[in-house]
């Protein structure tokens, strides 16, 4: 079973803060992505990665950095975290080549909020 | 860009079969319909997925029209374990353009 954890399950950061979540997948998948999700809003791809050092910007990369040094690790990085920032964010792996229609496989997500 | 369309919630009752449908009507040729499951504290998980015409599984089927510009993801036989909130999800296998709907909340009564 492909299994993919984020550090946290909730997180409280004040207001400038920088925030680190991160996440693994188990499955030596290429493709790690990071959305958050918010009420009425859906899941909103915030950047993602096909390969180790490799990534794209999704549709909200504003306010947002990310990492992958290795394979298995994605790292998604608030510079100075702000209350609009404050959401669900969700991590998911998916196996290479596939694009967008290949199965995603997510993590439980990680709650921040920002005071 | 195909934009995704779903309603935004949904009740029926055990033993029912549920309709949920998607519209997307500027769908491009190389893309895929899939839909997603997710229950509270838990990320989206894979239900099913399809290009046209009709697919089943042990879960669901999905019901694609010849334009594809909708889906209609049923649920056969629903239980109250069924309720969850149900994505559509438009994209290709050539590219990373991920198309989510913004989610069907499905409530199951006894």
């Known amino acids: 079973d492909v299994k993919v954890t984020q550090s946290s399950r909730y997180l409280v950061k004040r207001t400038g803060e920088k925030v680190f979540l991160e996440c693994v997948q188990d499955?030596?998948?290429?493709?790690m992505f990071w959305y958050r999700q918010d009420p009425g809003l859906g899941l909103r791809l915030i950047y993602f990665?096909?390969?180790?050092?490799?990534?794209e910007k999704g549709d909200i990369p504003e306010g947002y950095s990310v990492s992958r040094e290795k394979k298995e690790r994605f790292s998604l990085i608030l510079e100075s975290a702000s209350t609009n920032q404050t959401s669900m964010y969700l991590c998911?792996?998916?196996?290479?080549?596939?694009?967008?229609?290949?199965?995603?496989?997510f993590g439980p997500g990680t709650r921040l909020t920002v005071l | 860009l195909a934009k995704t369309t779903q309603p935004i919630s949904m009740d029926s009752y055990e033993g029912q079969e549920v309709n949920i449908t998607c519209s997307h009507n500027?769908?491009?040729?190389?893309?895929?319909i899939t839909w997603y499951q997710q229950f509270p504290s838990q990320g989206p998980r894979f239900i099913i997925q399809?290009?046209?015409?009709?697919v089943t599984n042990e879960v669901a089927s999905l019901f694609i029209p010849a334009d594809r510009k909708s889906s209609t993801l049923s649920l056969p036989r629903v239980s109250l374990s069924d309720t969850a909130v149900y994505y559509c999800?438009?994209?290709?296998?050539?590219?990373?353009?991920?198309?989510w709907g913004a989610g069907t909340k499905l409530i199951i009564k006894p």
């Open positions: 999800l438009v994209g290709g296998y050539s590219n990373y353009q991920l198309i």
């Open positions: 500027n769908i491009a040729t190389n893309d895929y």
């Open positions: 399809g290009y046209k015409t009709k």
């Open positions: 499955m030596d998948h290429e493709n």
């Open positions: 990665s096909y390969d180790v050092k490799m990534k």
């Open positions: 998911a792996s998916s196996l290479s080549g596939g694009g967008s229609a290949d199965t995603q496989y």
